[in-house]
Nanobody, 124 residues
Framework: QLQFVESGGGLVQPGGSLRLSCAAS????????VAWFRQAPGKEHEGVSC????????YYVESVKGRFTISRDNAKNTVYLQMSNLKPEDTAVYYC?????????????????WGKGTLVTVSS
């Protein structure tokens, strides 16, 4: 059974940093693109970042460019999201997800596998 487990969320002050981890079990992650999504209270899911498995190409939503970095360690079957210069508007539950394939889908559409999420709260 394919599963993702996210970790690393918590409370951080504005301007601070967090690193989220997405550990996969039940399958080998190196054949899949992996994306991070977030859902803020009262808002819809938003694709944040994606990394392909074929060549490691990365994608970011405009609001996090220059602040967030996605990476993967296939040996550990884990994808990371390093978040820096966090803002209150980054507060959300963060999820990792994957499509059935190695490429990041256009506009983050069509994910087939999801984790349960980890809460990030940015507040002073």
């Amino acid at each position: 059974q394919l599963q993702f487990v996210e970790s690393g969320g918590g409370l951080v002050q504005p301007g601070g940093s967090l690193r989220l981890s997405c550990a996969a079990s039940g399958f080998t992650l190196d054949s899949y693109a992996v994306a991070w999504f977030r859902q803020a209270p009262g808002k819809e899911h938003e694709g944040v970042s994606c990394i392909s498995s074929s060549d490691g190409t990365t994608y970011y939503v405009e609001s996090v460019k220059g602040r967030f970095t996605i990476s993967r360690d296939n040996a550990k079957n884990t994808v990371y999201l390093q978040m820096s210069n966090l803002k209150p508007e980054d507060t959300a539950v963060y999820y990792c997800a994957a499509p059935r394939g190695s490429a990041c889908p256009y506009d983050f559409y069509g994910m087939d596998y999801w984790g349960k999420g980890t809460l990030v709260t940015v507040s002073s």
